[in-house]
């Protein structure tokens, strides 16, 4: 009885390794902080700080779980936000984009969400009709996002946006950061989509086996645009509530980004092997390597170990990951 209960727990440990992971991280850091990491304050900073790193972690997640992979996301997200920012300048700043220029505010949203989505479609035709590889065909559309970004803005920074666009991803609906309940519309929509429609299975099942998945039917080139776009829409709703958080853009917005989204779906579970990912197991992953910046910093550890153990985490998550496919 007693060697069946430690199987037990090993399995469950085995199949739920991102969850488990964040559960011990939250009780190792309230130990360390002697509980200054379980406070509300605490966890707004984290949410906030975290969020716009779920959304990416999102799109890329399910281009992983169809077995692909999208380097252009952080350098894409910076566009968007470049892109959305220069249309929320305030009409009297001397050095805006466009002198001036006085939008409704739903203009620089929807001109960032509308990037982001030609991108997905841009990174899906390649992949899908084009029959490049992920990798090579995300590494191109990710230099092409940094040129436009360098190109629009002039290499300089996009700042005094207006109030009414900051408030947007700076603003609280009571104790809740309005980053949190966006992240959480996203989740809901994406755990709807992959768990109880048709278009989610035709994703599981085209990250699981593309060839099985073309037999049944299923047109894998047009479902692979579509879960490209998905990302890219969620990459262009990442940059204008970056930009709008920031309350500014520039070439370093979004810079590195596509590391931590892809780590942190990752460290969820989502297996680059195709065919296997959680939306709650992305977006636990995204929490796992935020708490460990968070407690890291907390503590005082220099910023360059931070990076010595996300590797080692990142290691960590795709050798189990490979030890559970085989």
Known sequence: MKQLTRKSIGEFASKNTGYVTFAAMVVILGVLTGGGSLRLLSWQNLAIAEAVRALAALGVGIIIITKGIDLSLGQVVGLCACVSASLAQ???????????????????????????????????????????????????????????????????????????????????????PNMVIYVAIAVLFLWVLMNHTKI???????????????????????????????????????????????GLANALTGDNMELDAIAAATVGGVSHSGGVGKVGGIVVGVLTLGLINFGMTYL???????????????IAAVYLDMRRAA
């Open 90 to 176: 305030t009409p009297d700043y001397v050095s805006s984009l466009y002198p001036g220029l006085n939008l409704p505010v739903i203009a620089p949203i929807l001109a960032g969400v509308g990037v982001g989505a030609l991108f997905g479609l841009l990174n899906g035709f390649l992949v899908a009709y084009g029959k490049l590889p992920p990798f090579i065909a995300t590494l191109g559309t990710m230099t092409i996002a940094a040129g436009l970004q360098l190109i629009y803005t002039h290499a300089s920074t996009v700042g005094s946006l207006k109030n009414e666009y900051k408030v947007i991803a700076q603003g609280f609906l009571g104790p809740i």
């Open 200 to 246: 989610g299975k035709r994703i599981y099942a085209i990250g699981g086996n593309p060839t099985a998945a073309r037999v049944s039917g299923i047109s894998v080139k047009f479902e692979t645009m579509k879960v490209y776009l998905m990302a890219g829409v969620l990459y262009g709703i990442a940059g204008v509530l970056l930009s709008s958080r920031l």
């Open 300 to 314: 005082g550890v220099d910023s360059y170990y931070q990076l010595l153990v996300k590797g080692f985490i990142i």
